[in-house]
């Protein structure tokens, strides 16, 4: 960790400049320690304390020139009209910026792939993405060096899959690769701009003055390279740090902020703390609910009451100038499709959120052509399945950040639903580009929007006459960390400047759970409630609220998830028509009003000396895609050499035969280069189990590795495919020891499978990667190629 030490200041002469005489007797305070003394201070300044303008006023009595860090680009355009020409307002990452181009005397453009790039120069080929966001945890973290415990910590942050012990290694060569990019090529990405000037020194004890606003989100990396320009803690002169913040509005202490940053930070400046603990943009009763969160905040003399609202959610109306808060995005969706249905303009904050929702869209939705409204649910369990249910393994181990990183994963996924719902419900049908407009709509940055929504998050900082506080009863949230939500709710209810409204939802309303004013015992909400109130509609057919009776016709109902983590759990997908490895001809039987083929399985020559007798064909095997997951299937390893276990359907480790680790290897890397994703995803989880085995030889089962082979081998060997004309695919399909190419007539397009008519007989397959829907053998028909315009 970086460490400091201690500084004291002696005093100086005051300026000309008056204390402004409408100034409270704390902020008078301040001024006389800003003027008066050369002591660095921490000003402690509750939510609507005028704590901008004291410091901005701050800077006017400073001879010296300085900077005045502030947390965002917005912020700094509205400072710096108001602050003298000594003193300028900047990021701390433009600064940082500055710093480097001086450094290198060429422009610094941030190279967003950095992290990826140095986690592969270190060798971290296997869990590439995890290695880049532990290297840039670090870094936020100011961590040079790791220990145990920091490493079990940094293991913690990120979704870590290997030891901590292993992070102990691979971070400081990460450090070492990164600084080489940089000093050889020039490369940096966003943390880089701290980063850099920080452990290379540039620009240490180059500031006379440095003012901090919103101190309590500094990460350690910030902190350190804040006082590295002051020149702390062991300059010969070094300059002086006043900053400002509030412990009871650390709402970012999952991104690496913590409740405890300013008093280390006090401590290591060795600054002296003033209190601006009077609000004065909440009225009396607002401060009454915020002190339930918080003894520190009072209200101005002669404060008016303001107003206070409790409300059902269902009937609540919105006028102009209106915000809504919530703790999670999902309801400020649904309600803000709600308003626009209603021919209201409305604004949904966060260009991150349009960012991640955009990025969401493009996974589960066809980049071209339609897909049904009646496909949405199961499109967005494709999309969560596969991030969720590592995550919920992690909980089940006792990995608290893993809980948050769920929750907002099941946020994020319910409002991907409802989008792709609503721009689908009226047609039956959509497209992409319909739901990515429809996004553009809500979340367009309109100053004149009649009703802003916003998460807590978003709106720290900012004020507005009427707020309604959007389900109250999901705070604080079970996944969160206690500290941090408590600084939620305090942010929550401090935003309002007259009125203050708890909009709650339906079982909250009906039991009467109502939140209380400091001082008042705070009953728990309805566990019904506990993690998004009615949010199941956004899981059930039509969302309450959004269309009327008479606007919309009745939809199909579907099941209602399951609460904490568990709203995407869906049931079982409703189960498909199964096929055999296809043979030369089949046994016709209907089924549905179609015929399908109940086919057989044919021998096929192996061509290896060794190869043991065909054995019988094992159950089948889904493929690998983003809708069918492996099902375990015991597995003797009593025989294999301290190997992990191998529970998928075709497990490769474990059996009779032994093979060298080295030559396995190589095999596996062989398969795992093949263009079918089924031989390809197969050989990549077998390298993965391999890689964590021990021993010079292994025990395997050979038949399983030589029938892949096999499969790989006559694939490649096959003829040139004939021609297709619109509506058909090629299919390869193994006959009489050999892979042969046959025509497919589409039958139908579904948004997950693909029905194919070949040689007559109908086969389903799975649209992603074109293995049959319900899985097989290395031997049975796939899709060798699917075009775009199928896709």
Known sequence: MFQWGEETMTSWPAPARDIPAFFTPQQQQFMTAVRTTRQHIFLRATAGAGKTTTLVEAAWHLPQPGVFFAYNKHAVADLQPRLPSRMR????????????????????????????????????????????????????????????????????????????????????RMHEIGQRLWEQQDLADFTDFLWLPATNGYGAASLQVALVDEAQDLTPLRQAFILQLLGLPRGATPGRLIFVGDPDQSVYQHAGADKEALERLKSRANAIELPLSVSFRCPRDVVAYAQAYSTFIRPAPGAKPGTIEHLSAEEATFERGDVVLCRTNAPLIRLALQLMVQGRSVSVVGRDLEKRLGEGLRDILPATGTYLNDDVTELV??????????????????????????????????????????????????????????????????????????????????????????????????????????????????????????AYGKESWATGWRVKPGGQVQPAPPSRSRENEDDTALFTGSPPGVFSSQTAPPVRQEPAP???????????????????????????????????????????????PHRSPEPAQPERTPPPSRWTRMVPKPVDTTQAPALPEDDRLWALFGGPDRLDRQDLRERLDALQEEPRPFLKHWAKTSLDLLYRSVGETVSVRREVLDQFEQAARLA?????????????????????????????????RHVRFLRLEVDGQELVFERHYGELLEGGTPLTPFIVTTPPSVR
């Open 381 to 502: 369990r494709g999309y969560y399945h596969p991030k969720a249910d590592p995550l919920k393994e992690r909980i089940r181990q006792g990995d608290r950040p893993a809980k948050r990183i769920l929750t907002e994963l099941l946020d994020l996924s319910k409002c991907l639903r409802f989008l792709a719902w609503i721009v689908s419900r009226k047609e039956g049908n959509a497209t992409l580009q319909q739901a990515l407009t429809l996004l553009t709509a809500l979340c367009r940055e309109q100053a004149d929007a009649e009703v802003i929504l916003s998460t807590v998050h978003r709106a720290k900082g900012k004020e507005w006459p009427r707020v309604t506080l959007l389900y109250p009863e999901m705070m604080p949230m079970a996944s969160g960390d206690p500290e941090e939500e408590t600084a939620v709710q305090f942010v929550a209810v401090t935003r309002a400047q007259d009125t203050l409204r708890f």
């Open 716 to 748: 490649r060997l096959v003829m040139a495919p004939p021609a297709m004309t619109a509506g058909q695919l090629h299919v390869c399909v193994f006959e009489g020891g050999l892979a042969r190419i046959r025509v497919g007539r589409v039958v139908r």
């Open 89 to 172: 307002a900047r990021t701390l990452h433009a600064h940082g910026v500055m710093l480097l181009r001086q450094a290198t005397g060429r422009d610094v453009i941030p190279h967003e792939d950095k992290a990826r790039k140095v986690a592969l120069l270190a060798g971290e080929r296997r869990h590439t993405y995890v290695a880049a966001l532990a290297w840039s945890k670090a870094r936020e973290e100011g961590l040079r060096t790791l220990d145990v415990d920091t490493a079990a910590y940094l293991t913690s942050l990120v979704e870590w899959p290997g030891s901590p012990e292993a992070l102990i290694h691979l971070i400081p």
């Open 562 to 608: 399951q609460q904490e983590g568990e709203a995407l759990d869906f049931q079982a997908l409703p189960s498909l028509p199964s096929v055999a490895p296809m043979a030369a001809k089949g046994t016709v039987l209907p089924g549905q009003g179609r015929t399908r083929l109940k086919l057989q399985t044919l021998p096929v020559e192996t061509g290896s």
